[in-house]
């Protein structure tokens, strides 16, 4: 039976399609049609999205002063709210709900402005520009890292979690056995393309200046650009060090599940995914982000204790050769952390998104929705 039709709108890119692919399947499960909002840049997930439609919108964001290129996306924008007020006109959805990026804001802007009840998730602990020019038009604001209970929007906000993938909440039910004496210690490394590239020369050059008795023990997992794997992966050979290089691992879950330690940029579901399946991490957020929401992430992390944080003007081969010796000496530390990062995870989060979207989609007040959840009672 059809509960009815709740509309998805997120930025093209994995790290805004990602948590809305999750809510979709939930929604979907509970009996609700899902109709995704997005741009180009989508199609590339479209076969896998769980989507009765998938719908490409006009949208643009103001990314120069020059006039003429500002005129041409307010245009843009323009066309994208006429055409997704009469998408949302004919769909009528019970809710529609955004996830990040410029793509959401004509969808949301129709919505607001035909009285359909909406909301956005954003995922980082510092709120991006669509999502900031949108709070104050929608009924909630389910949080990722957002911290709650303060700030402009406070009463609207919901801290959530962020949904993750299954193969991830299946690598959640693995223990973590620390690595202890002469056993062989599992490092995973990755983090996008510019931590990759970043990550290509430092974590090889840091394993070099190891002991060599540390270093026999390592069996490396790293992510590589394509253009960087070869150079990374004769490194590794010269150093006689296990190692499987790639541009992307299908099996990520996995790895993490079996890794003593990993190296990684401070992404939101990066954070999210070691924080749900437990793992001892030492985070080195991206520099040039221009919310520097990545440096917040990561602090969210650390202050449970479940992970390290090192800027990345501040790592040297030297000193993640230094961290990685402490780490590897230090397996009661290790053990301590990965159970410190899984206090800090939710894995109840696309779950509890779900209740929320349905609760305004029912329109409930906010307010009563935190005290049910507060009170540990499902919306």
Request: include cysteine.
């Amino acid at each position: 039976m059809n509960k009815g039709t709740i509309v998805l709108a997120a930025g093209g890119t994995g790290g805004h399609l990602f948590p809305a692919e999750a809510l979709g399947h939930e929604l979907r499960n509970r009996g609700y049609a899902v109709h995704l909002v997005t741009d180009s840049r989508a199609e590339r997930f479209a076969g896998k999205f769980p989507a009765d439609e998938i719908h490409i919108v006009p949208s643009a964001t103001f990314a120069s002063k020059n006039p003429v290129a500002m005129a041409r996306t307010a245009w843009t924008l323009w066309k994208g709210l006429r055409t997704a007020r009469k998408l949302m006109a004919r769909l009528r959805p019970l809710a529609v709900v955004g996830f990040g990026g410029y793509p959401t804001v004509p969808p949301l802007l129709a919505s607001t402005g035909l009285g359909i009840p909406t909301l956005i998730h954003e995922q980082n602990a510092v709120m991006g520009r669509a999502n900031k020019a949108l709070a104050k038009r929608v009924q909630a604001i389910a949080g990722g890292f957002l911290p709650e209970g303060r700030g402009e929007h406070a009463a609207k906000i919901v801290v959530t979690g962020n949904p993750v993938r299954p193969p991830v909440l299946d690598a959640a039910k693995i223990p973590y056995v620390a690595s202890r004496g002469e056993t062989p210690f599992r490092l995973v490394v990755f983090g996008g393309s510019q931590g990759a590239q970043f990550f290509s020369s430092a974590v090889p050059t840091a394993i070099s200046l190891l002991e060599p008795a540390l270093r026999e023990r390592l069996i490396v997992t790293q992510q590589a650009r394509k253009e960087d794997k070869d150079r990374v992966t004769s490194c590794f050979a010269k150093l006689n060090a296990p190692a499987d290089i790639a541009p992307f691992f299908t099996d990520m879950a996995d790895r993490l599940a079996e890794a003593h330690l990993v190296i990684c940029r401070s992404g939101a579901s990066t954070v999210s995914e070691l924080s749900v399946i437990g793992r001892p991490s030492i985070l080195v957020p991206y520099p040039y982000a221009l919310d520097h929401d990545q440096a917040a992430n990561a602090a969210a992390l650390v202050a449970e204790g479940g992970a390290q944080v090192v800027a990345q003007s501040d790592l040297s081969p030297e000193k993640l050769s230094a961290l990685l010796t402490s780490a590897m000496n230090e397996p009661d530390r290790l053990e301590t952390m990965a159970a410190d990062a899984k206090k800090a995870g939710k894995p109840r989060a696309t779950e509890d998104l779900a209740d929320l979207v349905i609760a305004i989609a029912e329109k409930r007040p906010i307010a009563e929705y935190k005290k049910k959840t507060i009170s540990g009672v499902q919306a």
